[in-house]
């Protein structure tokens, strides 16, 4: 018997729309990545990209548990000696809402050369309009 490596014609890809304001901001983050890399099909191949494109809309409204809203704290580096900057989740939440989601798929992503190519298929709206009505993306529910 042989293993199955499957061929880079043989990838279909469908457009998955997720609301970030259904379920906790960890569990949707997981079902992302999941769609990104494709690890539900029947034809993964751990070397080839053949997840989804996902566009997640309220990224907003995204729900957190405890006191994260406070307490989490996102930090980045200009690169310049002590130019190292942070930001607690409700000031991301109000300038840039799409980072919360962003932030977190990114984390649950395998850190290997295919991460860049799966993070340009996720699609991350502040409210419920998004631009790929075109693409008929087919809703899915957050457990």
Same mark, same amino acid.
């Given at each position: 018997m042989k293993?199955y490596?499957?061929k880079?014609t043989?990838?279909?890809r469908?457009?998955?729309l997720v609301?970030?304001?259904?379920a906790p901001l960890?569990?949707?983050?997981t079902?992302?990545a999941?769609y990104?890399?494709?690890?539900?099909k029947?034809?993964?191949?751990?070397?080839?990209?053949?997840g989804d494109?996902?566009?997640?809309?309220n990224?907003? $409204?995204a729900?957190?548990t405890g006191n994260? !809203?406070?307490?989490? @704290?996102?930090y980045h580096?200009?690169g310049f000696?002590?130019?190292?900057k942070?930001a607690?989740?409700?000031?991301?939440r109000?300038k840039?809402?799409?980072?919360i989601i962003?932030?977190a798929?990114?984390?649950?992503l395998p850190?290997n050369?295919?991460?860049?190519e799966r993070?340009?298929?996720?699609?991350v709206?502040?409210?419920a309009? $998004?631009?790929h009505a075109?693409?008929?993306? !087919?809703?899915?529910? @957050?457990?």
């Amino acid at each position: 018997m042989k293993t199955y490596s499957q061929k880079p014609t043989e990838i279909q890809r469908r457009w998955i729309l997720v609301d970030a304001s259904e379920a906790p901001l960890g569990r949707i983050a997981t079902q992302i990545a999941t769609y990104l890399t494709g690890k539900y099909k029947p034809s993964y191949t751990p070397h080839m990209d053949g997840g989804d494109y996902v566009v997640v809309i309220n990224a907003k $409204h995204a729900v957190v548990t405890g006191n994260k !809203e406070t307490a989490k @704290v996102y930090y980045h580096h200009t690169g310049f000696p002590g130019g190292i900057k942070d930001a607690r989740l409700e000031e991301v939440r109000e300038k840039f809402p799409e980072r919360i989601i962003e932030n977190a798929v990114k984390g649950m992503l395998p850190k290997n050369k295919l991460q860049a190519e799966r993070m340009k298929r996720l699609r991350v709206f502040a409210e419920a309009d $998004h631009t790929h009505a075109a693409q008929t993306p !087919e809703k899915v529910e @957050v457990k």
